[in-house]
C-alpha cells in the first residue's frame, strides 16, 4: 500500500523568506509524486509532478521539488515567499503495483507574514 | 478553455435527506474522478471512471452512495440517506488518463444537519 505523510500541518514563514515544506512516502514500486495547491474556496491545482525523469522538478510559481529515493522524500521548496503563496499544499502519490490511485496527504498550510 | 464545472457549490440538508451532486469534466477527458475532502485531511478518492466504466470503486461507501456517469461525459454522485458524517467537501477532476494532470473543480461543500 501507498501513503504519504506530510510533517507539519502549519508551516510559517516570512514575506521573502525560504519555503520548505516536507513530504514522505512509502510505496511499494517507483512512485508518481506530486505537490498540489488549494486556495481557499477553490479546486487543487497541480504545482508539479515527478514521473521517473529527472530527479529535480521544476513547478509553477518558482516552486520546485527534489525526489530522494535514498530517504523516501519529495520535499517542496521556494527560494522567497511571496503573500500570495499562502494557502493549503497538499503532496500526493500515484502508482501501486499496477494501481494509480492518488493517495494525498493531511496538507500543510502555509503562512505568509509580511 | 473551460474548466471542471461542479454544482451546486454549496448544500445544507438534514439528515436522512438525499442529495446529488454534478460535474462537467473539462472536454475530451476521459478518465473522472470523485473525491470527498474532509476538513483538516486531504482529497480521498471515491470513484475513478474511464469513459462511462467505473474502474476504482472500492472507496465508495455502496450503501448510501452511488454514481453515473452517462455516455462518458458528465456525471453525478448521490447519497441516499445522507448521515451527519458525510458532511465534507465533494470535488470532481478530470483528466486525459490515469497518469496525466488531473484539473480539479471547485467542489461541493456538504452541511448535514
Known amino acids: 500500500a501507498q501513503s504519504v505523510t506530510q510533517l507539519g500541518s502549519h508551516v510559517s514563514v516570512s514575506e521573502g523568506a525560504l519555503v520548505l515544506l516536507r513530504c514522505n512516502y512509502s510505496s511499494s514500486v517507483p512512485p508518481y509524486l506530486f505537490w498540489y495547491v488549494q486556495y481557499p474556496n477553490q479546486g487543487l491545482q497541480l504545482l508539479l509532478k515527478y514521473t521517473s525523469a529527472a530527479t529535480l522538478v521544476k513547478g509553477i510559481n518558482g516552486f520546485e521539488a527534489e525526489f530522494k529515493k535514498s530517504e523516501t522524500s519529495f520535499h517542496l521548496t521556494k527560494p522567497s515567499a511571496h503573500m500570495s503563496d499562502a494557502a493549503e499544499y497538499f503532496c500526493a502519490v500515484s502508482k501501486s503495483g499496477g494501481s494509480y490511485i492518488p493517495t494525498f496527504g493531511r496538507g500543510t498550510s502555509l503562512i505568509v507574514h509580511p | 478553455e473551460a474548466g471542471v464545472v461542479q454544482s451546486p457549490r454549496y448544500k445544507i440538508i438534514e439528515k436522512k435527506q438525499p442529495v446529488a451532486f454534478w460535474c462537467n469534466p473539462i472536454?475530451?477527458?476521459?478518465?473522472l474522478y470523485w473525491y470527498r475532502q474532509n476538513l483538516g485531511q486531504g482529497p480521498e478518492l471515491l470513484i475513478r471512471y474511464e469513459n462511462e466504466e467505473a474502474v476504482d470503486d472500492s472507496q465508495l461507501p455502496k450503501d448510501r452512495f452511488s454514481a453515473e456517469r452517462l455516455k462518458g461525459v458528465d456525471s453525478t454522485l448521490k447519497i441516499q440517506p445522507a448521515e451527519l458524517g458525510d458532511s465534507a467537501v465533494y470535488l470532481c477532476a478530470s483528466s486525459l488518463g490515469e497518469l496525466a494532470e488531473q484539473y480539479f473543480g471547485p467542489g461541493t461543500r456538504l452541511t448535514v444537519t
Open positions: 472536454s475530451g477527458h476521459n478518465t
